[in-house]
């Protein structure tokens, strides 16, 4: 089992900034590829960012980027997602989750969840 617990969610204007955390214990962290998934609501939930096991290398929706940048600490066993840029649709509740599929842009590939920070940008 894999614990995530996100951190970091809250409310800001249009053009601002919010950086998300999410804490994991359990087992090794780096042996997943570790995920932001968001889900807005009446939407399903859709892939953010990625970031993979060694090395790091990461992935984006097309819808952030250059605008998001995810990482992880692996001595921390911590994803961050700093969101800049911020706009009204990207108002959801954002999701941390862990995979070791290497299909990690689908949702449904991910084993792991933690319980979702709220993300509210206002116009």
């Known amino acids: 089992q894999v614990q995530l617990v996100e951190a970091g969610g809250g409310w800001v204007q249009a053009g601002g900034a919010l950086r998300l955390s999410c804490a994991a214990a359990?087992?090794?962290?780096?042996?997943?590829?570790m995920g932001w998934v968001r889900q807005a609501p009446g939407k399903e939930r859709e892939f953010v960012a990625g970031?993979?096991?060694?090395?790091?290398?990461?992935d984006y929706a097309d819808f952030v980027k250059g605008r998001f940048t995810i990482a992880r600490d692996n001595a921390k066993n911590t994803v961050y997602l700093q969101m800049n840029s911020l706009k009204p649709e990207d108002t959801a509740v954002y999701y941390c989750?862990?995979?070791?599929?290497?299909?990690?842009?689908?949702?449904?590939?991910?084993?792991?969840w933690g319980r979702g920070t709220q993300v509210t940008v206002s116009s």
């Open positions: 970031c993979r096991r060694l090395g790091g290398t990461t």
């Open positions: 989750a862990a995979t070791t599929s290497i299909w990690f842009r689908a949702p449904r590939n991910y084993d792991y």
């Open positions: 359990g087992r090794t962290f780096s042996n997943y590829v």
